[in-house]
DNA sequence: TCGATCCTGTAG
DNA sequence: CTACAGGATCGA
């Protein structure tokens, strides 16, 4: 269930715990989930390295590959002192040489492990708390675009790491309907998004650091409090109208039809 | 740019 | 039972 914060914090706990360790063998326990010869590229190999382009990690192996991890919806990546501790939803397995594991689990089944050359990893858009991403930027990536706001902030290759919550919250913290035309918008709207985005990543990545890089499977628990998302019909915490719901793109969005004007 | 699709689980 | 789920891709 990750956007990039949660990614951030899958990523960050592996590198504490297995970055360095070596792969005795791989198990791929859903295959149609995977792509590649991953089971004889991990054979002994080393995990140099951990690495995060937007919602995509990248384990390095000293093999020469690298492996694609990809959680989508409901998956995680995690270690277990015991490879041989799995829960039904398990797709994959690292078991590494001092018999931990490295789980790759997704109860949907719709995340993606794949096998790639080390030239040719995922490309994505800029990372929002990377110092590149300033309101210049993103002025410059907007300027012509006639794609609601809501769809754009959720456009991998323009901003990376907004998902339908993070780009539901930063909307809302600018004032901007998400139907809006993102192109259409003013600069001091745009240095508002810009100042919204960052702030609504900042904190997402410090609360999903705390609670969900705990071992184990992902904590359900309290994220940041959300002003918008899945509070269809519930007072806006600013305005007190009730929260609104419409579908973009096939997904859900929520807003305030007062504070997003 | 929209809708269908990939999968499974859960809430209503 | 239906609707929907924090994602991305594909074809019309």
Do not use: W
């Not at 990039?4 to 295959?31: D, K």
């Not at 902030?153 to 004032?175: C, H, P």
């Amino acid at each position: 269930m990750p956007e990039m914060p949660e990614v951030e914090a899958v990523c960050r706990r592996l590198r504490a715990e297995a970055e360095g360790a070596t792969i005795r063998r791989a198990r791929i326990l859903r295959p149609s989930m995977a792509k590649g010869d991953i089971e004889e590229a991990c054979r002994k190999a080393r995990l140099t390295r951990v690495e995060r382009r937007g919602k995509n990690i990248l384990l390095h192996l000293s093999s020469g590959p690298v492996l694609h991890v990809h959680l989508r919806m409901t998956g995680n990546l995690y270690v277990t002192v015991d490879h041989r501790m799995l829960v039904t939803s398990a797709r994959a397995v690292f078991e590494l040489t001092d018999g931990r594991g490295i789980v790759f689990e997704d109860p949907r089944a719709l995340g993606r492990i794949a096998l790639l050359e080390r030239d040719s990893l995922p490309e994505v858009g800029l990372d929002p708390l990377s110092p590149e991403f300033t309101a210049e930027v993103l002025a410059l990536l907007v300027r012509g675009s006639k794609r609601p706001a809501k769809l754009f902030l959720m456009d991998q290759d323009k901003v990376s790491g907004l998902g339908n919550i993070y780009a539901a919250e930063a909307l809302f913290r600018a004032g901007i309907d998400p139907r809006r035309a993102v192109g259409s918008l003013r600069r001091p709207r745009i240095a508002r998004l810009y100042q919204a985005i960052v702030e609504v990543m900042r904190a997402a990545v410090e609360t999903s650091d705390r609670l969900y890089s705990s071992p184990g499977r992902l904590i359900e628990a309290e994220r940041q409090e959300l002003m918008v998302y899945d509070r269809e019909g519930e007072p806006c915490r600013v305005c007190r109208r009730p929260i609104l719901r419409l579908a973009q793109g096939g997904r859900s969005t929520y807003f305030c039809g007062k504070c997003q004007g």
